[in-house]
């Protein structure tokens, strides 16, 4: 037997049920990344990373920031951050997958309840499996799912804290969640809120400070904040009181036991947000592409409005779903295909996200590519 064999086994299932994922340049109209504000290759952060140069900050931190690898501009960016997302303290990590994982790995204790949206990121999935408090899911934006699930759990025995989970804007599905009455709900429960506005900051609330805005300075609210989606550079921020920060830099495996993020990065990060919140004009003329795009789509497609710059077009079957993707690609437009296990069997589909890459004559061009693709290739 071959000493792949297993592997490739695995694969050739995965190839069956037109599953097989593999990397992919990117060419074409960008209706695939989470650039969304058109900022990762813009002039504004091009002059930034100069000058951060010119300034002499390494690219390297050289170690963990428990160890030599903190960096003033670490610390820079954690305050300039928490002021302008109304928190007491911030954190700065190397990707939000990290930054879920340290927070559900660490904070909720053991004996403690995590109730989580359906429809949550698989790293706070990871997260929660490293950690010792029980987990349990609640029906997609469902408030009273949430309610009934602590409910359920107090009746049963359980004495511990509640740590409610969400996203404030679900990457797959574009819809957002109800966070003033989940943050309600908290209050009544004395549970804490961890809201990830991994696809809503930069683009929603006032200065782009996302969906969590009005709720974020409470002693019991979570934010997390990446930097690599409408920020245009990489990395993300834990928001959150000053205790529970401290509580990271000594708990959180993944921020001791890792090499430090760059300060550069730190800089440029720091230099986004002030270009984001000092110019509302980005997410506007976003918000304004996107309601274009919904519109079109809707209208033409029958595709449901989402109200958000990503819109999800289900097509159900994998190979269907990767044909038309592929059809697209060809006429000049990047458009990728979702499949299970990142979305429910049943529902693969195109991710349109909609970003300031792009102008309106190219949405309404790829809506046209778009009606002919579903109208040619059969079911």
């Given at each position: 037997?071959?000493?792949?064999?297993?592997?490739?086994?695995?694969?050739?299932?995965?190839?069956?049920?037109?599953?097989?994922?593999?990397?992919?340049?990117?060419?074409?109209?960008?209706?695939?990344?989470?650039?969304?504000?058109?900022?990762?290759?813009?002039?504004?952060?091009?002059?930034?990373?100069?000058?951060?140069?010119?300034?002499g900050i390494p690219a390297g931190s050289g170690?963990?920031?428990?160890?030599?690898?903190?960096?003033?501009?670490?610390?820079?960016?954690?305050?300039?951050?928490?002021?302008?997302?109304?928190?007491?303290?911030?954190?700065?990590?190397?990707?939000?997958?990290?930054?879920?994982?340290?927070?559900?790995?660490?904070?909720?204790?053991?004996?403690?309840?995590?109730?989580?949206?359906?429809?949550?990121?698989?790293?706070?999935?990871?997260?929660?499996?490293?950690?010792?408090?029980?987990?349990?899911?609640?029906?997609?934006?469902?408030?009273?799912?949430?309610?009934?699930?602590?409910?359920?759990?107090?009746?049963?025995?359980?004495?511990?804290?509640?740590?409610?989970?969400?996203?404030?804007?679900?990457?797959?599905?574009?819809?957002?969640?109800?966070?003033?009455?989940?943050?309600?709900?908290?209050?009544?429960?004395?549970?804490?809120?961890?809201?990830?506005?991994?696809?809503?900051?930069?683009?929603?609330?006032?200065?782009?400070?996302?969906?969590?805005?009005?709720?974020?300075?409470?002693?019991?609210?979570?934010?997390?904040?990446?930097?690599?989606?409408?920020?245009?550079?990489?990395?993300?921020?834990?928001?959150?009181?000053?205790?529970?920060?401290?509580?990271?830099?000594?708990?959180?495996?993944?921020?001791?036991?890792?090499?430090?993020?760059?300060?550069?990065m730190a800089y440029m990060v720091r230099r986004?947000?002030?270009?984001?919140?000092?110019?509302?004009?980005?997410?506007?003329?976003?918000?304004?592409?996107?309601?274009?795009?919904?519109?079109?789509?809707?209208?033409?497609?029958?595709?449901?409005?989402?109200?958000?710059?990503?819109?999800?077009?289900?097509?159900?079957?994998?190979?269907?779903?990767?044909?038309?993707?592929?059809?697209?690609?060809?006429?000049?437009?990047?458009?990728?295909?979702?499949?299970?296990?990142?979305?429910?069997?049943?529902?693969?589909?195109?991710?349109?996200?909609?970003?300031?890459?792009?102008?309106?004559?190219?949405?309404?061009?790829?809506?046209?590519?778009?009606?002919?693709?579903?109208?040619?290739?059969?079911?």
């Amino acid at each position: 037997m071959s000493l792949f064999h297993a592997f490739q086994s695995q694969l050739d299932a995965l190839a069956a049920e037109n599953r097989l994922r593999s990397l992919a340049p990117r060419q074409g109209l960008d209706f695939a990344s989470n650039d969304y504000l058109g900022l990762a290759q813009s002039p504004a952060l091009r002059d930034a990373l100069v000058e951060g140069i010119a300034q002499g900050i390494p690219a390297g931190s050289g170690g963990s920031r428990l160890l030599r690898g903190n960096h003033a501009e670490h610390e820079a960016l954690e305050y300039a951050a928490a002021r302008h997302y109304g928190t007491e303290a911030a954190l700065f990590l190397s990707t939000g997958f990290a930054a879920n994982a340290a927070l559900f790995a660490t904070l909720p204790q053991r004996g403690d309840l995590v109730v989580h949206d359906a429809l949550i990121h698989a790293s706070a999935h990871d997260g929660m499996k490293l950690g010792r408090a029980e987990r349990v899911a609640a029906a997609h934006n469902d408030v009273t799912a949430f309610d009934d699930a602590i409910a359920a759990w107090r009746r049963a025995g359980g004495t511990g804290r509640v740590w409610i989970a969400v996203e404030s804007l679900y990457s797959m599905d574009g819809d957002t969640a109800p966070v003033t009455e989940l943050a309600a709900l908290a209050q009544r429960h004395e549970a804490f809120l961890i809201v990830d506005e991994a696809h809503a900051t930069g683009v929603f609330g006032e200065q782009g400070r996302g969906l969590s805005a009005t709720v974020a300075g409470l002693p019991n609210v979570i934010t997390l904040h990446t930097c690599g989606k409408a920020l245009g550079c990489e990395g993300a921020l834990l928001c959150a009181p000053r205790v529970l920060i401290d509580f990271l830099v000594n708990r959180a495996r993944p921020f001791i036991f890792s090499t430090a993020p760059s300060p550069l990065m730190a800089y440029m990060v720091r230099r986004a947000i002030g270009l984001v919140s000092s110019d509302p004009a980005r997410a506007t003329a976003l918000r304004a592409l996107a309601d274009h795009a919904g519109g079109e789509l809707h209208n033409r497609l029958g595709v449901p409005r989402t109200g958000t710059q990503v819109i999800p077009v289900v097509i159900g079957d994998n190979g269907r779903t990767m044909a038309i993707a592929a059809r697209l690609q060809q006429a000049g437009f990047d458009v990728r295909g979702i499949r299970p296990p990142t979305v429910a069997p049943g529902t693969a589909r195109l991710r349109l996200s909609i970003t300031l890459n792009i102008g309106q004559s190219d949405v309404d061009a790829l809506v046209d590519a778009l009606e002919d693709a579903v109208e040619n290739i059969p079911a």
